[in-house]
C-alpha cells in the first residue's frame, strides 16, 4: 500500500559524496519515520540512519558525522547525504518507512510498513 523508490545509488571513490533519495507515495495519512538501512555481503543488516515526523534523527556509530539524513514533507521524500565515503561503507543501501492510515471515520490507524528495493552503493578507487 506503500511504495518507496530510491535513487542515488552508484560508484563514489573515497573520501567521495552521494545522496540517497526516498520517496513513499500511496494510500497513507502520516508518515511516523524513515530511514536507510544497508547490508554489505556477509554481515547482518544495520541502521544507518531515521528520522521521525518530528525530526528526531538516529544515525550508526559507523557513519556519524559523515551521513546527515533530512526530509521534505511536502514530497513526502527522506534523504542522506554520505560524505567522506569510505569502502566499508560499499552495500546496498534500503529504504524504510512507518506510515500511518487513517481507516475509518472515528480516526482508527493502521501502521503500515514498507521496504525499497535498494541501491547499490559502491565505493572504491
Known amino acids: 500500500q506503500v511504495q518507496l523508490v530510491e535513487s542515488g545509488g552508484g560508484l563514489a571513490q573515497p573520501g567521495g559524496s552521494l545522496r540517497l533519495s526516498c520517496t513513499a507515495s500511496?494510500?497513507?495519512?502520516?508518515?511516523?519515520?524513515m530511514g536507510w538501512y544497508r547490508q554489505a555481503p556477509g554481515l547482518e543488516r544495520e541502521l544507518v540512519a531515521d528520522?521521525?515526523?518530528?525530526?528526531?534523527?538516529k544515525y550508526a556509530d559507523s557513519v556519524k558525522g559523515r551521513f546527515t539524513i533530512s526530509r521534505d514533507s511536502t514530497k513526502n521524500t527522506v534523504y542522506v547525504q554520505m560524505n567522506m565515503l569510505k569502502p566499508e561503507d560499499t552495500a546496498v543501501y534500503s529504504c524504510?518507512?512507518?506510515?500511518?492510515?487513517?481507516?475509518?471515520?472515528?480516526?482508527?490507524?493502521?501502521?503500515?510498513?514498507?521496504w525499497g528495493k535498494g541501491t547499490l552503493v559502491t565505493v572504491s578507487s
Open positions: 524504510y518507512g512507518e506510515f500511518l492510515r487513517v481507516v475509518n471515520v472515528e480516526g482508527a490507524t493502521v501502521t503500515l510498513k514498507s
Open positions: 500511496g494510500r497513507f495519512d502520516s508518515i511516523n519515520v
Open positions: 528520522i521521525t515526523s518530528g525530526g528526531r534523527t
